[in-house]
C-alpha cells in the first residue's frame, strides 16, 4: 500500500498538500505529546580544550513518537515555532535540562554546566527570564551552570530590544551563547555591545577547516575575534583528529562532536564524564 502511494505524488500539487498534511498532522500530535510526556533530552558533551575534560553538555531535544519512533528536531521545531507550541516545549526543556544536570551534579560532577536552545518566540516573550528564573530556583541549579544558545538571526530583527533582553538573563547570572555563528548577517559592530560569553562556530565552518582554505581562514577567524572581544569560543560538529589540531593549534577554547561524543540519554552521560580528550 506505502508503494502506491509514492507513485500517486505525480502531480506538484499533491506534494504540496502532502507536506501540508504532515505538517497539520505533526502539528496535532505535538499538542498531545506535550501532555504524554513524550519527549525526552540527550546530552552531548562540551569538552574544554586546555584541560581536555567534560565541562558540560548541550541538552538537545528528542521525540519518541509512539508509531514514527525517535524524531529530530528538524522534523518538528519549524512546526512547534509556528503553531507558538514551542512555547511550553521550551519551557519543559529549560526545566528538564536544569533538573537532570542538578541531579548529575548530585554524582560527582558539581560543576558540570548544561546549554539548552532558545527560540525566536520563547526569546520574544517578555517573561522570559521570569521562566528561566522558575527553572533555575525549582531545579537548584546555579545560574552560572546554565547556558542559553541563541542564534544571531535571532537579535539582528531587532538589536536594541535583543540587548535589553540578553541584559534581563545576565542579570540572572546565567552564560549566553551565540549559536551558529557565521551563518547569520550579524553585524560585528554590534557584537560587542551583546552582553555575551561565548561564540559557537558553526558545524558547517569546522566540517571543512582541514580541506577547505577559506573555511579554515573563516574559523581562525572567528577565534581571533572572540579572543579580541574577550569572549570565549566553541567549536561544534567536530568529527575528527585534524579538525581538533587545527582548533587546538588556532588555541580554540572548547569543542562538541561525534570525535568524543553524539548527543545521548542522561543516563549515559555518567559514563562520559569521567573520560578526556587524548593531550
Ligand atoms: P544546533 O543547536 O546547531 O545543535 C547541533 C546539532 O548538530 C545537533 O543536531 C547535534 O546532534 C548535531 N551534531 C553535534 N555534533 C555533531 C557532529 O560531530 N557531526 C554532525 N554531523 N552533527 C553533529 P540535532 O540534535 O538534530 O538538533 C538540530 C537542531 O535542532 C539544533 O541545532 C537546534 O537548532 C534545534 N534544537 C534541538 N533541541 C532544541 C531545543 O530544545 N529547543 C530549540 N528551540 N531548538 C532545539
Ligand atoms: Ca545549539
Ligand atoms: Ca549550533
Ligand atoms: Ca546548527
Known amino acids: 500500500a506505502k508503494e502506491r502511494g509514492r507513485n500517486n505524488y505525480q502531480f506538484y500539487t499533491d506534494a504540496i498538500n ?20 513524550e519527549f525526552v533530552l540527550h546530552y552531548q558533551p562540551q569538552l574544554d580544550l586546555d584541560s581536555g575534560r567534560v565541562i558540560g553538555t548541550e541538552a538537545l531535544i528528542r521525540w519518541r513518537h509512539p508509531e514514527m519512533g525517535l524524531v ?10 509556528e503553531t507558538g507550541l ?7 526543556v529549560l526545566r528538564t535540562a536544569c533538573q537532570e544536570t542538578k541531579r548529575l551534579q548530585g554524582l560527582g560532577h558539581p560543576d558540570l554546566r548544561v546549554a539548552v536552545n532558545l527560540s525566536a518566540r520563547q526569546f520574544a516573550r517578555s517573561d522570559l527570564a521570569h521562566g528561566i528564573e522558575a527553572a533555575l530556583q525549582d531545579s537548584g541549579l546555579e545560574p552560572c551552570c ?17 540587548i535589553g533582553s540578553l ?5 540572572l547570572g546565567v552564560r549566553l551563547s551565540i549559536d551558529d555563528f557565521g551563518t547569520g548577517y550579524s553585524s560585528l559592530a554590534y557584537l560587542k555591545r551583546f552582553p555575551i560569553d561565548n561564540l559557537k562556530i558553526d558545524r558547517s565552518f569546522v566540517s571543512d577547516i582541514v580541506s577547505g582554505h577559506e573555511e579554515a581562514a573563516i574559523v581562525s577567524s572567528i577565534i581571533s575575534l572572540a579572543h579580541n572581544l574577550r569572549l570565549q569560543v566553541t567549536a561544534e560538529g567536530v568529527e575528527t583528529e585534524e579538525q581538533l589540531a587545527y582548533l587546538r593549534n588556532r588555541r580554540c577554547n572548547k569543542m562538541q562532536g561525534y570525535l568524543f561524543s553524539k548527543p545521548v540519554p542522561a543516563e549515559m552521560l555518567p559514563a562520559l564524564l569521567g573520560a578526556c580528550l587524548p593531550a
Open 146 to 162: 546554565l547556558e542559553i544558545e541563541i542564534t544571531e538571526s535571532l537579535m539582528m530583527h531587532d538589536v536594541d530590544g535583543a
Open 18 to 37: 502532502q507536506r501540508a498534511l504532515e505538517r497539520m498532522q505533526i502539528g496535532s500530535a505535538l499538542r498531545a505529546a506535550i501532555e504524554r510526556e
Open 86 to 92: 514551542i512555547v511550553a516545549i521550551g519551557d519543559w
Open 72 to 81: 529530530y528536531p528538524d522534523r518538528f521545531i519549524g512546526i512547534a515555532e
Open 167 to 171: 541584559r534581563a538573563l545576565k542579570d
